[in-house]
Nanobody
């Protein structure tokens, strides 16, 4: 599986962005998908994940209520809608895919990673 993330950019605090991650492969629907981010000088952290079933999602407390993860299996794409952005949301955002049916918040549980897309939120 190859993942290609896009949609990052520069936005003012309070604004919105939608990240997309397009995947290759015919078994996209059988992967759990996640978004992680890494701010300068900090470790990579979990943001959101969605299971095989789009009804199962999980969010980091820091983004709960502001971000929404979704997937379109027909388009082999996972999305991250980010609203009410804050300067602390700044970082490189990575999408990841894992074979496990159970969604995970730990990066090592994912098998494939995209190249990352930069999100910068100005105050």
């Amino acid at each position: 599986v190859q993942l290609q993330a896009s949609g990052g950019g520069l936005v003012q605090a309070g604004g919105s962005l939608r990240l997309s991650c397009a995947a290759s492969g015919r078994t996209f629907s059988r992967y759990s998908l996640g978004w992680f981010r890494q701010a300068p000088g900090k470790e990579r952290e979990f943001v959101a994940a969605i299971g095989w079933s789009a009804g199962i999602t999980h969010y980091a407390d820091s983004v709960k209520g502001r971000f929404t993860i979704s997937r379109d299996n027909a388009k082999n794409t996972v999305y991250l809608q980010m609203n009410s952005l804050k300067p602390e949301d700044t970082g490189v955002y990575y999408c990841a895919a894992g074979r496990s049916r159970i969604i995970a918040t730990i990066g090592s549980e994912y098998d494939y990673w995209g190249q990352g897309t930069q999100v910068t939120v100005s105050s």
